[in-house]
């Protein structure tokens, strides 16, 4: 299948999509989060904020990539 390339909203762990996508139910796919408007960044102490808040959450997603996903 040739690849995607779609904008959306990421709102914590969802991503809302701002077109439709063919059905890719099941499969397995790979998201790449980048900033549309490169001129947006946050100030340091957001970033700092916003990293350790992520890294406190633990692993998530697919724990193994060779069999079937072990979700958390």
């Known amino acids: 299948?040739?690849?995607i390339a779609v904008t959306g909203v990421l709102?914590?762990?969802?991503i809302t999509l701002d077109a439709p996508v063919p059905?890719?139910?099941?499969?397995r796919v790979r998201?790449?989060?980048?900033?549309?408007?490169e001129d947006l960044t946050l100030a340091a102490?957001?970033?700092a904020r916003s990293w350790?808040?992520?890294a406190r959450g633990g692993q998530q997603g697919p724990?193994?990539?060779?069999?079937e996903p072990e979700l958390p």
Do not use: K
């Open 1 to 3: 299948m040739a690849e």
């Open 11 to 14: 709102h914590q762990n969802t």
């Open 31 to 37: 998201v790449l989060i980048a900033l549309e408007d």
């Open 52 to 54: 350790n808040e992520w």
């Open 45 to 47: 102490d957001e970033r």
């Open 23 to 27: 059905s890719l139910e099941g499969q």
């Open 63 to 67: 724990l193994e990539d060779d069999a």
